[in-house]
């Protein structure tokens, strides 16, 4: 059985930091590209950040260039994204999703149940 399970989220204040974690189950982690995405209420999911087991390659959107990075750890299929000088705006329900081989993500092959964040002004 395949599962993407999203973890880590809560409530911090801006200027805060959290560790979001992806564990990954059921299909052969090297070979996929895991990514975030989030969606705030009202507004469209959005991608966040990807990054591919398969070929290395990673990328974020622009607003957390420089405050989020990704990573992941093939020991654990696990993928990890750290948060940091959070804003309001970062407020959502953060998703990571898998997709074969390389970034970005475009539809998703495997997608997991979403981790809340809030952050407060």
């Known amino acids: 059985e395949v599962q993407l399970q999203a973890s880590g989220g809560g409530l911090v204040q801006a200027g805060g930091s959290l560790r979001l974690s992806c564990v990954a189950s059921?299909?052969?982690?090297?070979?996929?590209?895991i990514g975030w995405f989030r969606q705030a209420p009202g507004k469209e999911r959005e991608g966040v950040s990807c990054?591919?087991?398969?070929?290395?390659?990673?990328n974020y959107r622009d607003s957390v260039k420089g405050r989020f990075t990704i990573s992941t750890d093939i020991s654990k299929n696990t993928v990890y994204l750290q948060m940091n000088s959070l804003k309001p705006e970062d407020t959502a329900v953060y998703y990571c999703?898998?997709?074969?081989?390389?970034?970005?993500?475009?539809?998703?092959?495997?997608w997991g149940k979403g981790t809340q964040v809030t952050v407060s002004s």
């Open positions: 999703a898998a997709e074969l081989y390389s970034c970005p993500i475009i539809k998703g092959d495997y």
């Open positions: 059921g299909f052969t982690f090297d070979d996929y590209a």
């Open positions: 990054i591919s087991n398969y070929d290395g390659s990673r």
